[in-house]
């Protein structure tokens, strides 16, 4: 795999109470949009470099657990708090204990962690512009001269964001832009969830700046605009423990198949590989590569065929499925 930096601007730390036979098992990690990308970018072999702020007592703990990863860390001392929670899943759900999203970035940090991202980005050629768990925690603007910047100097970039961010980022300039269905209706981007004004909604974010466009659609089959054409992407539903972190997972398969010279069908066929591994495990953004690769070859792209959804006698069950990977 290829070399990929990405922009996380401010990752968090995250405590996670499990049950253990009735006892509480306490998982300390660190975790936002662009760890769990790295995480999978990491798994799939790809060579990651994080940028980000790191602020206080919990931004010190976090960078060292990404760095033990085996991500490269290039950090920015931050002077606030950083962000962090708690979440209590010992009755098999998300309860949330506290949350604090931490200090929004003062100019200077935002000044250094600019620099440190054009340098990288401009040695491995693919960036992953991430969110930050506090909406205003990096000005909109920012994104949209990275995103400029890296392209003048000819990065990839690649964005999994929403709202004024994505808007932004659409300004500079995109390769591949993932958002999922449910974003783009919420922005107003699209007037429905049905596919045709969704479809629509895909076309205006290319006319704004996106090469690419894939948008994710929960359990139904995710849609791929590429080189003006639309198909969608079809994967057997796996049984569920968490979602979270799925369309992360998703975009960091595109990335490390981009960055490796892969064409756009391979990267979303590994990518919804990936996403349908990682809502099997409790971690997010995790899998190991050899079964992301086992489960891309049930991956298929077809031809989008406007208002007609995916005819639900070709889902295959659990079952069904393992047998077909067996016979792999």
Not at 81 to 88: E, P
Not at 190 to 198: C, E, G, K, M, V
Not at 281 to 304: D, M, N, Q, Y
Request: aromatic fraction near 2%; hydrophobic fraction near 40%; glycine fraction near 12%.
């Amino acid at each position: 795999m290829g070399s990929i930096v990405i922009f996380a601007p401010s990752p968090v730390l995250t405590v996670t109470v499990e049950d253990l036979e009735g006892t509480a098992d306490i998982h300390l990690h660190a975790g936002g949009q662009g760890v769990w990308q790295a995480r999978m970018l990491t798994a799939l072999g790809a060579s990651v470099t994080m940028c980000g702020v790191f602020s206080g007592e919990t931004g010190r703990i976090v960078r060292h657990l990404i760095a033990d990863e085996g991500v490269h860390v290039l950090s920015v001392e931050g002077q606030g708090n950083g962000g962090a929670y708690i979440h209590d899943r010992r009755d098999g759900g998300r309860k949330v204990v506290a949350e604090s999203p931490g200090d929004k970035l003062s100019r200077h940090e935002l000044d250094e962690l600019y620099g440190l991202t054009i340098k990288a980005g401009m040695d491995a050629g693919t960036v992953i512009l991430s969110g930050a768990a506090r909406e205003d925690a990096v000005p909109a603007d920012v994104y949209r001269r990275l995103a400029a910047d890296l392209r003048t100097a000819g990065c990839r970039v690649i964005t999994d964001l929403a709202g004024e961010r994505l808007t932004a980022s659409l300004a500079g300039g995109l390769a591949v832009v993932k958002i999922a269905d449910d974003e783009l209706v919420e922005s107003g981007r699209a007037t429905s969830s049905s596919p045709a004004d969704i479809v629509e909604a895909m076309r205006k974010l290319n006319e704004e700046g996106a090469e690419t466009v894939i948008v994710t659609r929960a359990h139904l089959p995710s849609l791929l605009l590429d080189e003006g054409e639309v198909s969608e992407i079809h994967m057997p539903e796996m049984q569920s423990v968490d979602t979270s972190g799925a369309g992360d997972s998703l975009t960091a398969g595109v990335a490390a198949t981009l960055s490796d010279g892969g064409s756009m069908h391979e990267a979303v066929v590994l990518g919804t590989a990936a996403g349908a591994l990682n809502v099997t495990r409790h971690g997010l953004g995790t899998g190991e590569a050899a079964a992301i690769h086992k489960l891309s070859s049930l991956v298929k792209v077809v031809p989008f065929e406007g208002e007609a959804e995916a005819d639900q006698s070709q889902q295959i069950s659990p079952d069904e499925l393992a047998q077909k990977i067996r016979k792999q």
